[in-house]
């Protein structure tokens, strides 16, 4: 059960406004990342929330991934993002993976500021 457990918080996103209230966008970004990555995608879900009156609506996404989990929470609001990687070691060591994931969506967010967290899990 030993892996690693990746997450950042993403704000001022310089990103186009799709990437972020976009479902559509959004969920092909993050599977094109995984793929590229070198994971393997085993199912996915994403969900868009009401937009309020004068702004964009944000999502939450997930994707089962057979090492594991991506999770992508957006607010167009305040052009923020959380991300959640998590991949398990157990037939191979996929933190490079993990780390090529994370660091492809930071990439596509453009974020001015980022805090990360980087966890070995099961040591």
Known sequence: MQ???LTADLLDCACSDALLSDLDALAAACRADTVAAGLTLVSELFHRFPAPPDGLAG?????????????????????????????CNYSADNSARAEALVAALLARFEPRRVT???????V
């Open 3 to 5: 892996g690693l457990h």
């Open 59 to 87: 999502i939450t996404g997930v994707l089962l991934l057979a090492e594991s989990h991506l999770a992508v929470h957006t607010w167009p609001e305040v052009r923020g993002v959380t991300l959640d990687a998590y991949v």
């Open 116 to 122: 990360r967290n980087r966890l070995m899990r099961g």
